[in-house]
């Protein structure tokens, strides 16, 4: 994170956390413990699903999950190029190969038309993201996905708390993973939770994460079998969450509710200080929507050029105010242009979005005072770029 006086974001931590994670280093237990389970049964309930798997990150939820399900090299793997790398990655840690498809302009998901139009024989899943906790249109890929009897899986790590219709992110797929990051709306310092109704997959899971070790359903007879700590049934990772990381995440979540309101507010504030600019594009929130804001992201009006865009967040920084570039397209990073030979122009919607967002400082404390700060300073440069142009 960075020293800027309006940082981009900010962990909201508590005494509540500090007790938390105090008691769990006195307790001498510090890794497979009861801590683990009780965060882990205080996501589930949240987000409506029956297992929960406890890990050291996001990526590495989504790691283990596309291991579990199975997907290997040649099978298709549908996604969209307007997110944070990890949920590409996933796909090409097993081999398989990321089918992009271009965004919906509004919400910034995936258009539910162009994955359907994008499922060959090689598909095996949609990996679809609640992206920046807007979670419009996953009830739509999760009946593509059932129409077409492959897999939706969810990367919630942007989601926690977030619902369609009263449904909660994490429930939609046959599989989701949130992350803990420190920018996320809770965190655990770094910390994932693979959540799922599938017990068999929960158990390959934890197996999985626990070096190979044997694990209820996954394993039959050998559940339980003496002597099985140093039983590897499968190639396995250590993937674990340690006890410290999960007290937080049990602090966190008992504040969650009062941490979304928060986060809330500072949205509303955002959006009523700067809708009337019409430099600006806010985001829009559909009907049956319940956010979870984790990040504020507008947009600059077509016209304003990558250059621009940039040079307005360099400028808010030297202001002393966060700004980033939330996200540059997947198919665009280096790598993946070098090996599957993307091109500007693959993907109009995602790029031509991507080269106009600014995410906003946003984090649960920020104050109308700050808020109309950071408007200032955008204003501010928008002003000077307009300037610029004549
Ligand atoms: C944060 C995030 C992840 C996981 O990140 P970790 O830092 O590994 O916890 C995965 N996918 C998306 C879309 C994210 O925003």
Do not use: D, V
């Given at each position: 994170m960075s020293d800027q006086e309006i940082p981009l974001s900010r962990p909201d931590i508590t005494e509540l956390e500090e007790q938390a994670v105090l008691s769990v280093l006195r307790s001498g237990r510090l890794s497979i413990g009861p801590v683990v389970e009780q965060f882990e049964s205080m996501v589930t309930q949240r987000c409506g699903t029956r297992f929960g798997v406890g890990v050291s990150s996001g990526t590495t939820g989504l790691h283990l999950v596309m291991h579990a399900m199975g997907i290997k090299p040649g099978d298709e793997v549908i996604t969209t190029p307007f997110s944070f790398i990890a949920s590409a990655n996933c796909i090409l840690y097993v081999g398989a190969t990321p089918v992009f498809v271009d965004i919906d302009p509004r919400t910034l998901n995936m258009d539910p038309a162009q994955v359907e139009r994008a499922?060959?024989?090689?598909?095996?899943a949609i990996l679809a993201v609640e992206t920046f906790g807007n979670p419009a249109m996953m009830e739509q890929y999760a009946s593509i996905a059932a129409r077409h009897e492959i897999t939706l899986i969810e990367d919630c790590c942007e989601a926690l708390g977030c619902s369609f219709r009263g449904r909660p992110a994490g429930s939609f797929g046959r599989v989701g993973v949130f992350g803990f990051y420190p920018?996320?709306?809770?965190?655990?310092?770094e910390g994932g939770m693979i959540v799922t109704d599938d017990e068999r997959l929960a158990d390959m899971c934890r197996s999985l994460r626990n070096q190979g070790r044997p694990t209820g359903k996954a394993d039959g007879a050998v559940q339980g079998s003496a002597g099985s700590w140093l039983r590897h049934q499968r190639l396995g990772y250590n993937a674990r969450m340690s006890e410290v990381q999960a007290a937080l995440g049990v602090a966190q979540m008992t504040r969650l509710d009062e941490i979304i309101r928060a986060r809330n507010q500072v949205a509303d504030l955002y959006m009523r200080r700067?809708?009337?600019?019409?430099d600006l594009i806010m985001p829009t929130i559909d009907p049956g929507v319940a956010m979870s804001w984790f990040v504020f992201v507008v947009r600059l009006a077509t016209g304003f050029t990558l250059e621009e865009r940039d040079r307005v967040i360099r400028a808010m920084r030297n202001h002393d105010v966060g700004a980033a570039d939330y996200f540059p397209c997947i198919h665009l990073q280096p790598f993946y242009r070098e090996r599957f030979g993307f091109q500007p122009g693959a993907f109009p919607i995602a790029e031509s979005v991507s080269q106009r967002t600014i995410a906003l400082p946003?984090?649960?404390?920020?104050?109308e005072r700050e808020v109309d700060l950071v408007a200032q300073t955008l204003e501010l440069m928008l002003t000077r770029e307009n300037l610029k142009r004549g």
């Open positions: 499922i060959t024989p090689r598909t095996r920018n996320k709306q809770i965190t655990t310092g700067l809708a009337g600019n019409c946003f984090h649960n404390r920020l104050n």
